[in-house]
Nanobody
Framework: QVQLAEYGGGLVQAGGSLRLSCSASGDTFSNFPVGWFRQAPGKEREWISGISSSGAGTDYTDSVQGRFSISRDNTKGFLYLQMNRVKPEDTGVYYC????????????????WGRGTQVTVSS
């Protein structure tokens, strides 16, 4: 098992930047591909980005491609999401999660979850 905890959320103006972090403990963090999800008010939780277990491969949903950047530091057990040029529609609770499917960046198989951190983008 791996335990995850997000932090770094907050209030940011549209066009600004924010960096989310996710700390991992428990099983070897580098064994898992991990990713970020978000849940906007009144909507289902959606996958937005994933990164391979090594960090070499990344994937993004279309709505954040070119604005957000996912990275990880396996030596420290951290996952990051750099959010640039944020928009009001980026508002939501952001979750980090670890997948048990393979080692490549993935959109599925997420078994371990953090509790989320709120991001609010004002217009």
């Amino acid at each position: 098992q791996v335990q995850l905890a997000e932090y770094g959320g907050g209030l940011v103006q549209a066009g600004g930047s924010l960096r989310l972090s996710c700390s991992a403990s428990g099983d070897t963090f580098s064994n898992f591909p991990v990713g970020w999800f978000r849940q906007a008010p009144g909507k289902e939780r959606e996958w937005i980005s994933g990164i391979s277990s090594s960090g070499a491969g990344t994937d993004y949903t279309d709505s954040v491609q070119g604005r957000f950047s996912i990275s990880r530091d396996n030596t420290k057990g951290f996952l990051y999401l750099q959010m640039n040029r944020v928009k009001p529609e980026d508002t939501g609770v952001y979750y980090c999660a670890a997948s048990i499917v393979g080692s490549a960046a993935t959109r599925s198989g997420y078994l371990y979850w953090g509790r989320g951190t709120q991001v609010t983008v004002s217009s």
